[in-house]
Nanobody, 120 residues
Framework: QVQLVESGGGLAQAGGSLRLSCAAS????MGWFRQAPEKEREFVTA???????YYADSVKGRFTISRDNDRSTVYLQMNSLKPEDTAVYHC??????????????????WGQGTQVTVSS
């Protein structure tokens, strides 16, 4: 298993920025998902073991996923925030497989979640 600790959530104004961090106990392919009230869990972005990156269409050009030089900590830089970005954000890691998957079923290690709220 991979232990994950998230930080960086909070309140931002529309058009503002937040940076989320996810510290993992070891290197793994990792992703970010979010879930807004009354909505299904939604894929946000993922990075593979080798550095391949995929973004959901809703965040392309606004959010950036990156990895520390030890390749065990990932970040989600969130710019140009919109009220519809309000959600609980979870990071996730794969203990099996190295791809940047959009399917939450491929992830078996999940962070505790952090609330992101964007006001108008």
């Amino acid at each position: 298993q991979v232990q994950l600790v998230e930080s960086g959530g909070g309140l931002a104004q529309a058009g503002g920025s937040l940076r989320l961090s996810c510290a993992a106990s070891r290197r793994a392919a990792m992703g970010w998902f979010r879930q807004a009230p009354e909505k299904e869990r939604e894929f946000v972005t993922a990075i593979s073991w080798g550095g391949g990156i995929y973004y959901a269409d809703s965040v392309k050009g606004r959010f950036t996923i990156s990895r520390d030089n030890d390749r065990s900590t990932v970040y989600l830089q969130m710019n140009s925030l919109k009220p519809e970005d309000t959600a609980v954000y979870h990071c996730a890691a794969r203990s099996v497989g190295n791809g940047a998957s959009r399917d939450p079923a491929d992830y078996d290690n999940w962070g505790q979640g952090t609330q992101v709220t964007v006001s108008s």
